[in-house]
């Protein structure tokens, strides 16, 4: 199991992602416009910079939900490769089927 402040951190920066994802919007959208003039596109870059580094979404770590382990993760679940092994195990995952032959 994870530790429970790296858990949180990541809790953090999902959350940090979402309250500027809307500014993070317009000022790439700002950055990328050639209308713009360069003045403008530089202070809208400068403006980006100055957000919280955590408020980007790629700085977000994809975890298990019921561990917080980082490896090897199904997104698809939402778990980790060991816990999905054993809610499939019980039946828990819906579709999924142990395979034998």
């Known amino acids: 199991m994870a530790k429970k402040s790296i858990i949180a951190r990541e809790k953090k920066r999902r959350k940090l992602a979402e309250t500027y994802a809307e500014k993070r919007r317009e000022l790439k959208g700002r950055v990328t416009n050639p209308e713009?003039?360069?003045?403008e596109q530089f202070q809208a870059m400068?403006?980006?910079?100055?957000?919280p580094r955590d408020s980007s979404?790629?700085?977000g770590r994809n975890r298990c939900v019921l561990t917080g382990r980082s490896r090897g993760y199904y997104r698809k679940f939402g778990l980790g490769r060991n816990k999905l092994r054993e809610v499939i195990m019980r039946g828990e995952a819906p579709g999924v089927v142990k395979s034998s032959w």
């Open 36 to 39: 713009l003039g360069m003045e």
């Open 46 to 51: 400068l403006d980006l910079q100055k957000l």
């Open 57 to 59: 979404p790629s700085r």
